[in-house]
Nanobody, 123 residues
Framework: VQLVESVGCLVQPGGSLRFSCEAS????????MSWVRQAPGKGLEWVAS????????YYADSMRGRFRIFRDNIKRTVHLQMNNLRPEETVVYFC?????????????????RGRGTQVTVSS
């Protein structure tokens, strides 16, 4: 399994950013894909998930309305559009897949994730 996130960057507070993740090594459309994140010195935080066919997506309360997760099963990619970013969202974002096909999970211990990409939200 390989999950490769796009490169992170610096963005101003209130700004927008889109991450992409390229997946390989598994039957992509059978797996719920997620984004999780980790602040310095803290544990993993679930951000959002999208089911295998892309029909339903789920968000943590603080991201709902600002973030959008979507996928392209032909290209085997999953994306996270982030708007109105906040300084406290200076974190590392990880692309992740569920550990088993067809399940929907928000449990950050029940996923396999990529190496992560850094976002810095600062003026």
């Amino acid at each position: 399994v390989q999950l490769v996130e796009s490169v992170g960057c610096l963005v101003q507070p209130g700004g927008s950013l889109r991450f992409s993740c390229e997946a390989s090594g598994f039957t992509f459309n059978r797996y719920t894909m997620s984004w999780v994140r980790q602040a310095p010195g803290k544990g993993l935080e679930w951000v959002a998930s999208v089911i295998g066919n892309g029909g339903n997506s789920y968000y943590a309360d603080s991201m709902r309305g600002r973030f959008r997760i979507f996928r392209d099963n032909i290209k085997r990619t999953v994306h996270l559009q982030m708007n109105n970013l906040r300084p406290e969202e200076t974190v590392v974002y990880f692309c992740a897949k569920a550990n088993a096909p067809w399940i929907i999970t928000k449990d950050t211990s029940d996923i396999e994730r990529g190496r992560g990409t850094q976002v810095t939200v600062s003026s």
